[in-house]
């Protein structure tokens, strides 16, 4: 599913999503396809759900957005463990 239609199907809504067609760019992560997974009024009950998801199976790549968001770019974070300074 692409993102307007996401925003068609859950307006004003969190939507915990599945990135099934991304790209990455300057320090960007572009999503052009999805597939939702569940919905939310607000944004700690969606923060809550992709906890869960990530946790089982953190190769997956989930993330939660509004809907109200014109486009589905996020900037890219890395989490690792650093060498000797």
Not at 16 to 45: C, M, P, Q, W
Not at 67 to 72: D, E, I, N
Not at 73 to 82: I, K
Request: with cysteine; hydrophobic share 35%.
């Amino acid at each position: 599913m692409r993102w307007k239609e996401v925003q068609e199907h859950f307006p004003n809504e969190w939507v915990v999503l599945e990135a099934t067609k991304a790209h990455s760019r300057e320090g960007n992560r572009y999503i052009e396809e999805v597939v939702v997974i569940d919905r939310f009024d607000n944004s700690t009950a969606a923060m809550r759900r992709y906890s869960e998801l990530h946790m089982q199976d953190p190769h997956r790549e989930y993330c939660f957005f509004h809907t109200s968001r014109p486009t589905l770019v996020a900037r890219e974070r890395y989490v690792g463990v650093r060498g000797p300074r």
